[in-house]
T-cell receptor
Framework: AQKITQTQPGMFVQEKEAVTLDCTYD???????LFWYKQPSSGEMIFLIY??????QNATEGRYSLNFQKARKSANLVISASQLGDSAMYFC??????????????FGPGTRLSVLP | EPEVTQTPSHQVTQMGQEVILRCVPI?????FYWYRQILGQKVEFLVS????????KSEIFDDQFSVERPDGSNFTLKIRSTKLEDSAMYFC????????????????FGEGSRLTVL
């Protein structure tokens, strides 16, 4: 069974500083995808970044980067130069690519990030 | 930009009533999902749908729940006899493909339907 762990229920960061949100996952499948989503207080789910299990390089999208350590089964999100608008709930998710009859996305419990001015 | 749309945005119902939540996924997507989130907490998987049938469902998705894709565009979640604990935000999501499509296959979420059961 797939499982996503986010050990930080809440994090604080000073504006303009970098912050790392932890995510570890558990799967026995060799092919999978890892995702981070942001959920601001307005409630929508916003896709941030993706890492495939076979990708050799860590994914980057603007101020977001994913620190992918496959052997440790971790996929931490790094946000550089934090902005007040980054205050939100952040969810790590994994997609199982081995299922020929569909796909399953599993979400972690989330980390609430608060950016301080 | 194509988007997933959900209706209603908010529904209030009495316990024991039936509720239908509607979703229009992105047109070229193949995989459809329902998730629920109670009070901004964990995003819980309910069901996934592919090739006109349920591909996977969670323990939450018991006999009171059903999904349908009646006309090739809508994707509905029906809750037959609502309970107080069904109060939550229900998200519909769709994705194109996980592999072989060249994309990331990320989930595209609708804005959610907030269900309040009294």
């Amino acid at each position: 069974a797939q499982k996503i762990t986010q050990t930080q229920p809440g994090m604080f960061v000073q504006e303009k500083e970098a912050v790392t949100l932890d995510c570890t996952y558990d799967t026995s499948d060799p092919s999978y995808g890892l995702f981070w989503y942001k959920q601001p207080s307005s409630g929508e789910m916003i896709f941030l970044i993706y890492q495939g299990s076979y990708d050799q390089q860590n994914a980057t999208e603007g101020r977001y980067s994913l620190n992918f350590q496959k052997a440790r089964k971790s996929a931490n999100l790094v946000i550089s130069a934090s902005q007040l608008g980054d205050s939100a709930m952040y969810f790590c998710a994994m997609r199982d690519d081995m299922d020929n009859y569909g796909q399953n996305f599993v979400f972690g419990p989330g980390t609430r990030l608060s950016v301080l001015p | 930009e194509p988007e997933v749309t959900q209706t209603p945005s908010h529904q209030v119902t009495q316990m024991g009533q039936e509720v239908i939540l509607r979703c229009v996924p992105i047109s070229n997507h193949l995989y459809f999902y329902w998730y629920r989130q109670i009070l901004g907490q964990k995003v819980e998987f309910l069901v996934s749908f592919y090739n006109n049938e349920i591909s996977e469902k969670s323990e939450i998705f018991d006999d009171q729940f059903s999904v349908e894709r009646p006309d090739g565009s809508n994707f509905t979640l029906k809750i037959r006899s609502t309970k107080l604990e069904d109060s939550a935000m229900y998200f519909c999501a769709s994705s194109e493909s996980g592999t072989g499509g060249g994309g990331t296959g990320e989930l595209f979420f609708g804005e959610g339907s907030r269900l309040t059961v009294l």
